[in-house]
Nanobody, 123 residues
Framework: QVQLVESGGGLVQAGGSLRLSCAAS????????MGWYRQAPGKQRELVAV???????IHVDSVKGRFTISRDNAKNTVYLQMNSLKPEDTAVYYC?????????????????WGQGTQVTVSS
């Protein structure tokens, strides 16, 4: 069973910083693209940033210049460094991984989601 576990969320004042981590474990053959999404109360879940297996990144305009996605392939971990946090960044942040897993002789590629971690930014 593949699992993604997020950590690093919490309460921070506006202008502060947090670093989120997401570690993948289980029967993983290869991690492909990984990303961060967030969902605020009453809002649709939205993409925040994506990083490919080759290290190319995409950040949505609302976080560009403030957030940075990165990965450590040796640890099967993706990070989201969040600086200059604003109250509108308050949300549950979810890790997503497109990966190839295995079961016996079977290999398959799917998206997996973490449980989410709460980020609250006070004004």
């Amino acid at each position: 069973q593949v699992q993604l576990v997020e950590s690093g969320g919490g309460l921070v004042q506006a202008g502060g910083s947090l670093r989120l981590s997401c570690a993948a474990s289980g029967s993983i053959f290869r991690l492909n693209a990984m990303g961060w999404y967030r969902q605020a109360p009453g809002k649709q879940r939205e993409l925040v940033a994506v990083i490919t297996s080759g290290g190319n990144t995409i950040h949505v305009d609302s976080v560009k210049g403030r957030f940075t996605i990165s990965r450590d392939n040796a640890k099967n971990t993706v990070y989201l460094q969040m600086n200059s946090l604003k109250p509108e960044d308050t949300a549950v942040y979810y890790c997503n991984a497109d990966l190839t897993s295995y079961s016996g002789s079977n290999y398959y590629t799917n998206d997996f989601w973490g449980q989410g971690t709460q980020v609250t930014v006070s004004s």
